[in-house]
């Protein structure tokens, strides 16, 4: 009897839907391990935890957005434009910590044009961050002719090639962007006011919210971790790369879905972000080292998007049921 409450407490304190998670984990992993033996190795989890932390800072930042009711398309072309800046900068001469500053400086500005674009002419989210997609794409080829800019620092270059117990910084700062920017979601007046303006705008902004300035501190919250994955991402390459990172916004979305957000708002904690970052980068490296093409891999990125937004689909119903049944109960 007892080990039935422990379970069930268990269950209740983790919730169904990441039990599935971790399940398909386990099965991608498995998978991909008979198919190929050298996927389940320490080099790989490293090398997959490595590739996976560059989504993981923008699924952060998507975590709140989302659950405010917001999305961002811009990512992607902001962690280019982030990374060949400081490239740019740092072959100008300009010192490490400045040209730093000034890029991330930039992911602020980025943040509160999104901001302006969705609160003060009222666009949706979808189209004012298409628009900064585009504008930020353009910005980072332009600034470079564009060509890639080498990096010759070193202190620079550290910021890839540090590891702490083995593990790279790049994968730390992912780590303590999940338990800082987790722990604000789930337990400050901050993390409540984002689910409050996700549930209801207006129902907010009847309580005394401001949700004008709760949606800008998100869109600058995703814009500072995006142009830190920049930055972490030039120093690993060596260079700055207008072209790198496309679709990268798309699989932040998707690891953010199947992590349990609701796209429309209001639900979703960062426990789930975290397995849906780990599941859509496992997927993605299982599909590379068994020499999947290309182009096939858009297409099976594409349907685990899908499945991640039907998935949303059947969780919201659910949610409606449940509470269309308990107003009921109450009738009687």
């Known amino acids: 009897m007892e080990n039935k409450k422990e379970k069930s407490g268990f269950l209740s304190l983790i919730g169904g839907d990441k039990i599935i998670l971790l399940v398909a984990i386990v099965l991608v992993f498995a998978l991909f391990t008979i198919l190929n033996k050298n996927y389940l190795t320490w080099t790989n989890m490293v090398n997959l935890m490595i590739a996976a932390s560059l989504v993981g800072l923008v699924a952060v930042g998507h975590t709140y957005l989302i659950i405010a009711g917001q999305n961002d398309l811009s990512p992607g072309a902001l962690a280019a434009f982030s990374g060949t800046l400081a490239a740019l900068l740092l072959s100008k001469g300009l010192n490490i910590a400045v040209a730093i500053l000034i890029v991330l400086a930039g992911g602020v500005l980025v943040g509160l044009f999104n901001a302006w674009m969705v609160n003060s002419i009222k666009l949706e989210a979808f189209i004012a961050t298409l628009v900064t997609q585009n504008v930020m794409r353009g910005f980072a080829y332009i600034i470079c002719d564009g060509k890639p800019v080498s990096i010759s620092d070193k202190a620079y270059l550290a910021i890839g090639k540090l590891r702490f117990l083995t593990i790279p910084l790049s994968v730390w700062l992912m780590i303590i962007a999940f338990a800082v920017f987790g722990f604000i ?6 993390g409540r006011s984002v689910y409050a303006i ?7 902004r009847l309580a005394g919210l401001n949700p004008r300035r709760i949606i800008a501190t998100c869109f600058i919250i995703i814009g500072v971790l995006t142009s830190i994955g920049g930055i972490v991402f030039s120093s690993r390459m060596n260079s700055g790369q207008p072209a790198a990172n496309v679709n990268l916004e798309f699989d932040a979305i998707t690891a ?3 992590g349990g957000v609701s796209f429309a708002g209001g639900v979703g904690d960062m426990l789930g972000t975290v397995l849906g970052v780990i599941l859509i980068q496992a997927f993605n490296t299982g599909l590379i080292m068994v020499n999947v093409s290309t182009f096939w891999q858009y297409v099976a990125r594409g349907a685990l998007l899908l499945f991640a937004l039907t998935s949303d689909y059947i969780r919201k119903q659910r949610r409606e049921k449940e509470l269309l049944e308990a107003s009921m109960k109450n009738i009687k």
């Open 185 to 190: 979601l789930a337990r400050t007046k901050f």
């Open 198 to 204: 996700g549930g209801s705008k207006e129902a907010a």
């Open 256 to 258: 953010v879905i199947l």
